[in-house]
């Protein structure tokens, strides 16, 4: 399409590159909060289902927020990248000054559930009620209200339309592109902002073969291919983040790299979500 050949984003931009950091440390299954066993995401591999408290796993998830979070914001800060930071609302509550520094940095704060837990089994009533205590305990934090909404992965039916009828701009919860498009939930319109799996660094706690290095030729080379394709049409690119993970030593330095590579590149709009869906909504109004 001549448009994006010309640079299709704001700016005349041509790639859009949306860094989500996931803020979940906090808010994860816990006995302590009275879920029936403890959280069974853990870079060991060690899932218990018991009703007893893994305190190696918790300790692991505090790193996220007092030695990984500084890390990756100054990362951001080096880079001059501005970033979504898809936060549990929990997490933000019993981390204050995360909360704070992450919104004078001018970072985005999307709403990744009330707290990390899966929502697919709730009935309509209950996950409307999860998604307005999500809203509500992220603007009482940040003073402002989340635009955007990403899940613990599954969802249920009606979690589009609860969306929408909660008024959400965006809604993460799709996999099947490189660019946005809208969806409508009820006759209620709803932008949807692709997110990615492939190139999140949850490979390196999924698949302990997965090195850092790994993590790092794959999202260039996704970069490349994307940005190559964006000469002759629309596309975004997403780089999802986790303070635990990321924010380790080890794994600190392949962040730089890439943004420092991909900030190389003329063209590149390092966005916010919410600034994509709402270029997105300006380009392309719904139902044109």
Known sequence: ???????????????????????????EYSVLDG????EVVDEMGVALRKPVRNLSNESNYRYGIAAGAPRVLEVLRKNAVRATFTSAALALERAPALAKAIVQAGHE???????????????PEEERE?????????????GRRPQGWLSRYL??????????????RYHMDDYSGDRPF?????????????YAIDTNDMKMWANAAFTPD????YVTDTFDVLYREAARDLRMMSVGLHLRIIGRPGRIGKLERFLQY???????????RAEIAEAWATMHPFGR
Do not use: Y
């Open 1 to 27: 399409m001549a448009r994006a050949a010309q640079g299709g984003w704001p700016g005349r931009k041509r790639l859009a590159l949306s860094v989500v950091v996931n803020v979940e440390e906090g808010a």
């Open 35 to 38: 879920d029936k066993a403890p």
């Open 109 to 123: 704060v999307c709403a990744h559930g009330h707290r990390w837990i899966q929502q697919h089994g709730f009935t």
């Open 130 to 142: 999860f998604i307005r205590a999500a809203a509500a305990s992220i603007e009482k934090t940040t």
């Open 155 to 168: 969802v249920t039916e009606n979690t589009r339309r609860l969306l929408a009828e909660e008024g959400f």
């Open 182 to 194: 809208w969806d409508q939930a009820d006759g209620r319109p709803i932008v949807i902002l692709p």
């Open 214 to 217: 790994d993590w790092l030729a």
């Open 262 to 272: 991909a900030g190389r590149k003329p063209g590149v709009w390092f966005a916010t």
